[in-house]
């Protein structure tokens, strides 16, 4: 075993509450979405029976619409902001109120097909397929209600990539006025200069409250919110996820449940070709309040690889990827681009998750070679760095936060590609 694995090994461990992973300890001390999901693919390396309990984990805090929360507050710890108090969704074990990229259809095949126990495997995707199932069905009927075929994030939140350029301009339309006095936590555990803004926190605390003044009626929100952007990363791992959960569904006989995925993902894929954007020679973002394409070529429309877009689409990603010229890749926004900064979370650093799936979709596009170097970059900046949150994509430099949990998962997957 390289002491790289031991390593990582040690740090899932280390953040491994039982039931549930945490991010890292003190800036992130709950069970969060898309971490989990993630996180599982590394616990299957060493505990193929622990990966499962942290996907079940998540989906018992799953609401009766079929939405999956982005947090689930497990246990009080005043070290983070905003806690349960402000989201007040009245949930028995209290959750946030809004959601995030649904990687678990994706999890659910990657540990179903890779299982040395397929036995116990089946067991555990037969509960939870129909769960997976309901979150897509939400998703569609909530966030996509005029049935386009990509459903919209109603905070930057949802999409994972919390000050993104993405949003910038619809974020402008976010007005502050009102919100109640808050001390923020994230800023004593990291560096504000690597963190979003106050600017920034002001409008993710104005959306909160604004969603909580109508109750978390999750048929409500999206018509409600000033902020409605169809990104194409989320959209893309959704698409991936209903995918991969209609072959699952089919393999084990669930015939109803595989059709239904199977036409979510096929309308989403077509729907994404209204994204492409030549001159940037990637997928963009639509603000659904206006109509228009955001002129931000950030790393979302990269993601979009993670879908099956057609292979012309996957070798223009590759060669956009490479014009980004960084020393590491795949920086979250071009350093051509004025607004790249490339310390502050997500305008610019490197994001070992995002890596991935880029990778992977890549990879079953046929280009491999673009894959292989995103493979390289992200083990070389391990070596280089450590665990980290997140990079600097010149530098290397480690930023956020310390012995992350799904950098550590997404280590244990690349050595095992890489193999
Ligand atoms: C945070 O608090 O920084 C998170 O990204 C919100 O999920």
Same mark, same amino acid.
């Given at each position: 075993m390289t002491s790289?694995? &031991?390593?990582? @090994?040690?740090?899932?461990?280390? *953040?491994?509450?039982?039931?549930?992973?945490? %991010?890292?300890?003190?800036?992130? %001390?709950?069970?969060?979405?898309?971490?989990?999901?993630?996180?599982?693919?590394?616990?299957?390396?060493?505990?193929?029976?622990?990966?499962?309990?942290?996907?079940?984990?998540?989906?018992?805090?799953? /609401?009766?619409?079929?939405?999956?929360?982005?947090?689930v507050f497990h246990k009080h710890d005043d070290g983070y902001f905003p806690g349960p108090d402000v /989201?007040?969704? *009245?949930?028995?074990?209290?959750?946030?109120?809004?959601?995030? =990229?649904?990687?678990?259809?994706?999890?659910?095949?990657?540990?179903?097909?890779?299982?040395?126990?397929?036995?116990?495997a089946e067991t555990r995707v037969r509960v939870l397929l129909p769960k997976v199932a309901a979150w897509h069905r939400w998703f569609y009927a909530t966030r996509d209600p005029a049935g386009t075929g990509l459903v919209a994030i109603l905070h %930057?939140?949802?999409?994972?990539?919390?000050?993104?350029?993405?949003?910038?301009?619809?974020?402008?339309?976010? =007005?502050?006025?009102?919100?109640?006095?808050?001390?923020?936590?994230?800023?004593?555990?990291a560096d504000p200069a690597h963190r979003p803004t106050k600017e920034q926190y002001d409008r993710y605390l104005w959306l909160v409250e604004h969603f909580r003044g109508l109750g978390w009626d999750t048929t409500k929100l999206h018509d409600a919110s000033p902020f409605q952007v169809v990104d194409p990363g989320f *959209?893309?791992?959704?698409?991936?996820?209903?995918?991969?959960?209609?072959?699952?569904?089919e393999g084990l006989g &669930?015939?109803?449940?595989?059709? &239904?995925?199977?036409?979510?993902?096929?309308?989403?894929?077509?729907?994404?070709?209204?994204?492409?954007?030549?001159?940037?020679?990637?997928?963009?973002?639509?603000d659904r309040v206006t109509g228009a394409l955001i002129d931000s070529a950030s @790393?979302?429309?990269?993601?979009?690889?993670?879908?099956?877009?057609?292979? #012309?689409r996957a070798q223009a990603i590759a060669a956009t990827i490479d014009a980004h010229g960084t020393r590491f890749r795949v920086a979250s926004h071009p350093p051509s681009d004025p607004r790249?900064? #490339?310390?502050?979370?997500?305008?610019?650093?490197? /994001?070992?998750?995002? *890596?991935?799936?880029?990778?992977?979709?890549? #990879?079953?596009?046929?280009?491999?070679?673009?894959?292989?170097?995103?493979?390289?970059?992200?083990?070389?900046? @391990?070596?280089?760095s450590g665990f980290a949150e997140y990079y600097d994509p010149m530098t290397g430099e480690p930023l956020g936060g310390g012995r992350f949990t799904w950098t550590a998962a997404m280590v244990l997957e690349f050595l095992s590609m890489e193999a």
């Amino acid at each position: 075993m390289t002491s790289l694995t &031991e390593n990582a @090994i040690e740090i899932l461990r280390e *953040n491994d509450r039982g039931s549930y992973t945490v %991010p890292t300890k003190g800036l992130y %001390p709950f069970q969060w979405n898309w971490d989990s999901c993630l996180t599982s693919l590394g616990q299957r390396h060493f505990d193929e029976a622990r990966a499962w309990t942290e996907i079940d984990t998540l989906f018992a805090h799953q /609401w009766p619409c079929g939405m999956v929360p982005h947090i689930v507050f497990h246990k009080h710890d005043d070290g983070y902001f905003p806690g349960p108090d402000v /989201w007040a969704t *009245n949930r028995p074990v209290p959750t946030s109120g809004i959601t995030q =990229p649904a990687v678990a259809g994706f999890a659910l095949r990657r540990l179903y097909d890779l299982a040395s126990d397929k036995a116990a495997a089946e067991t555990r995707v037969r509960v939870l397929l129909p769960k997976v199932a309901a979150w897509h069905r939400w998703f569609y009927a909530t966030r996509d209600p005029a049935g386009t075929g990509l459903v919209a994030i109603l905070h %930057p939140w949802e999409a994972g990539r919390d000050n993104s350029i993405d949003w910038d301009t619809p974020f402008d339309r976010v =007005p502050t006025d009102g919100i109640s006095p808050y001390t923020r936590r994230d800023t004593q555990h990291a560096d504000p200069a690597h963190r979003p803004t106050k600017e920034q926190y002001d409008r993710y605390l104005w959306l909160v409250e604004h969603f909580r003044g109508l109750g978390w009626d999750t048929t409500k929100l999206h018509d409600a919110s000033p902020f409605q952007v169809v990104d194409p990363g989320f *959209n893309a791992i959704l698409i991936r996820a209903s995918a991969d959960l209609a072959d699952l569904a089919e393999g084990l006989g &669930e015939t109803a449940l595989a059709a &239904e995925n199977r036409a979510f993902a096929a309308r989403g894929l077509a729907a994404m070709e209204g994204l492409w954007s030549d001159a940037h020679g990637q997928y963009l973002c639509r603000d659904r309040v206006t109509g228009a394409l955001i002129d931000s070529a950030s @790393i979302g429309g990269l993601l979009a690889a993670f879908c099956a877009i057609p292979s #012309a689409r996957a070798q223009a990603i590759a060669a956009t990827i490479d014009a980004h010229g960084t020393r590491f890749r795949v920086a979250s926004h071009p350093p051509s681009d004025p607004r790249f900064d #490339a310390k502050r979370y997500w305008r610019g650093p490197v /994001w070992l998750v995002v *890596n991935y799936m880029i990778a992977d979709g890549l #990879a079953r596009a046929g280009a491999q070679e673009a894959a292989d170097k995103i493979t390289a970059s992200s083990l070389d900046l @391990i070596r280089t760095s450590g665990f980290a949150e997140y990079y600097d994509p010149m530098t290397g430099e480690p930023l956020g936060g310390g012995r992350f949990t799904w950098t550590a998962a997404m280590v244990l997957e690349f050595l095992s590609m890489e193999a």
